[in-house]
């Protein structure tokens, strides 16, 4: 755990960080947040994970300063003498009125976590991921489903359906029956050799990581697809594999206790692995 944060401007003991009980981001889940991973004190990606806060605080009407928020996440590192971490930035329209009028926020609260992070071991990634379909349904229509927002309500609700069926993963659908994203991460399934991803009509997040795997696909000659995916052919797929920040590339050999494939990582799978893992070694900003 760390011992020190950044709330609003400054560096604070984490036990004396204090927002205010009229947050927005506390009454409405009004505000947006950004998990990152560090490598060795490089943060994976920074300048991408910011430009998607930088663009969804843009539509929510809140200021985001690209310079103070690297210089958050740097000094938040350093300051807990952290390496291999994950960091949280969390952005909210600040305080206002009860009565949930946005013009009565004046100053947005921007706070910065950084914890170390232990990763999975590496028989989980051998063994993969179980998930379930959810009930749990994404609105491809809203402006809201591409924005990483406070009110995380959908996905812990999909999470916590999951857990109860004893999975690792929710797979949500959207509000048309297709395939959208997982509770925390992005889906990709390979057909016929092809790497399929929902595209981003289907009501997802622009996810970082999943970005970051169709470029790797692309560089590996590994033909991909940002296309509608109906959730049987999740069953009949040769492979099935998660994406986030934290978890990278996770296999997900079992959905709805219906085995994937051979069960195992897939020949794509892991290649597209080694790869991501070869590339955050070597990439990142410096803290």
Do not use: W
């Not at 947040?33 to 994976?44: D, I, K, P, S």
């Not at 929710?170 to 595209?199: H, M, Q, Y």
Request: charged residues 25%.
């Amino acid at each position: 755990m760390s011992d020190v944060v950044y709330l609003n401007g400054k560096l604070v003991a984490r036990s004396r960080a204090v927002i205010p009980a009229l947050d927005y981001g506390f009454l409405y889940g009004y505000g947006l947040f950004e998990t990152l991973r560090a490598y060795n004190g490089r943060v994976f990606r920074l300048d991408e994970h910011i430009t998607r806060l930088e663009e969804s605080a843009a539509v929510l009407g809140l200021p985001a300063d690209r310079k103070a928020l690297k210089s958050a996440v740097v000094n938040t590192l350093g300051a807990n003498g952290l390496k291999d971490a994950r960091i949280r930035i969390t952005l909210s329209a600040g305080e206002g009125a009860i009565n949930a009028d946005i013009k009565t926020c004046r100053k947005p609260t921007l706070l910065v976590v950084a914890e170390h992070y232990e990763p999975y071991q590496e028989q989980v990634y051998r063994r993969g991921f179980k998930a379930i379909i959810s009930s749990v349904r994404r609105d491809s229509q809203s402006p809201l489903a591409r924005m990483k927002t406070a009110n995380y309500m959908p996905s812990i609700l999909a999470r916590r359906e999951a857990g109860a069926a004893g999975a690792d993963e929710a797979i949500c659908l959207n509000d048309k029956g297709l395939v959208a994203e997982a509770g925390a991460s992005n889906i990709f399934l390979v057909a016929d050799n092809i790497l399929r991803t929902p595209g981003l009509d289907s009501g997802i997040l622009p996810g970082i990581t999943r970005q970051a795997v169709l470029e790797l696909a692309s560089r590996l000659g590994i033909k991909s697809l940002e296309c509608n995916i109906k959730p049987e052919e999740l069953y009949k797929a040769q492979e099935v594999f998660l994406t986030n920040s934290l978890i990278e590339i996770m296999p997900l050999t079992v959905i709805d206790d219906k085995k994937i494939g051979s069960g195992g990582v897939g020949r794509l799978t892991g290649r597209l692995m080694t790869a991501y893992r070869e590339t955050v070694v070597c990439n990142g900003d410096k803290a």
